[in-house]
């Protein structure tokens, strides 16, 4: 088996702020003189204990204190980029979450110009590529979601797109419908997390009153095969993150994730990291954990990676290169 190090493969559910590492976490701290309530980065790991997804947000927003500067993001960027690349990834289209950095004060130029300088560094250092995309918080007012993507626009941010994270139950999509109408208007790509926590209805919300053309998580549509039939007929993707959903106890054991019974649905699934820092693993990691618990061949993985390239909104050219390195990595993996 070739390593899965070496199978280029494109992140399409990463938070960048979720890859803040304790490491760093301490490092920003201690250069920007912010007082943190914990000795060391492995005293603040071992608070990284889940139940669900606003006990991890709770922690997540509660650690973006020490994001402050252009050089911040910068380096938040870079060494997510560096981190990824290392293990096959060879473009992301990042999330970002500009409303929980506008609410502490920090401007919203600071966030977006370290965040292109960082993978600006990164794909002249290693190649590496990435796309942005801007987040609202569904658990803040739609008012403010509004106010933002106008403020993105007037300083030309480069986004490509728009999502929709934070706590989905009791925040429902169609809320958001007007917010996701206007990027339209504006030329952005939509997608939306939905089917994490929430059920069925969650996704139909997303794709009927966003549009959004990809799913983010969207595990829970095994609950309901009419949205699983849908989800196919439409060919929408699924950012399927295994150690995510272990993490935040929508799944029991890894061993008992839906992975296979969304394969073998027909749906268009890609493997993902979410908030790596906090969830035990990168892409890379995602992968190898899910193959060795569901015994995934080679072909599999790379139908897996595939699935990560053509749910991409990279242009098509720019896809039908990396698949041709996945059909090499495949074809060196099982010489004729
Ligand atoms: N789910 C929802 N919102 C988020 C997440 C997540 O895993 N990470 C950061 N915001
Ligand atoms: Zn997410």
């Known amino acids: 088996m070739r390593r899965i190090t070496d199978l280029p493969k494109v992140e399409l559910h990463v938070h960048i702020e979720g890859t803040l590492e304790p490491e760093l976490v301490m490092k920003l701290a201690e250069s920007s003189g912010v007082d943190l309530p914990y000795a060391n980065a492995d005293e603040l790991r071992r608070r990284y204990v889940f139940t669900n997804l606003q006990s991890f947000l709770d922690i997540y927003y509660d650690n973006l204190d020490v994001l402050r500067t252009n050089h911040d ?88 797109g728009v999502g929709l994270d934070s706590a ?61 039939a849908r ?41 993902n990291s979410d908030d790596p820092a906090y969830f035990g693993g990168y892409a890379e990691d995602n992968y190898v954990l899910v193959a060795a618990a569901f015994d995934l061949d080679d072909a599999t993985l790379a139908d897996l990676a595939r699935n990560s390239v053509r749910a991409s909104f990279l242009p098509v050219d720019r896809q039908d290169e990396v698949l041709l390195d996945i059909d090499r990595w495949l074809a060196d993996a099982h010489p004729t």
Do not use: K, W
Not at 217 to 225: A, K, N, T
């Open 168 to 228: 989905e139950l009791g925040n429902p999509a169609s809320l958001f419908t007007e917010v996701f109408a206007r990027a339209a208007a504006l030329g952005l790509r939509r997608v939306a997390h939905a089917g994490e926590e929430g059920g069925p209805e969650s996704i139909r919300q997303a794709l009927d009153d966003l549009g959004a053309e990809r799913i983010d998580h969207g595990i829970r549509s095994l609950d309901d095969p009419e949205m699983v």
């Open 73 to 160: 993001f910068s380096r938040l960027a870079y060494e997510y980029a560096v981190r990824a690349h290392a293990g096959g990834v060879v473009h992301a289209e990042a999330f970002f979450d500009p409303q929980a950095h506008l609410i502490r004060g920090v401007a919203l130029d600071t966030v977006v110009d370290g965040l292109v300088d960082g993978f600006a560094r990164a794909r002249s250092d290693c190649g590496f590529t990435a796309d942005l995309i801007a987040c609202f918080l569904r658990d803040r007012p739609v008012r403010e979601a509004l106010e933002t993507l106008e403020s993105l626009t007037a300083i030309d941010a480069p986004i490509i």
């Open 231 to 271: 989800l196919v007929a439409a060919h929408i993707p699924l950012t399927v993150c295994p150690l995510s959903n272990v993490a935040l106890q929508s799944v029991d054991e890894l061993a008992r994730h839906p992975l296979p019974e969304l394969l073998a649905a027909g749906l268009h699934v890609t493997i």
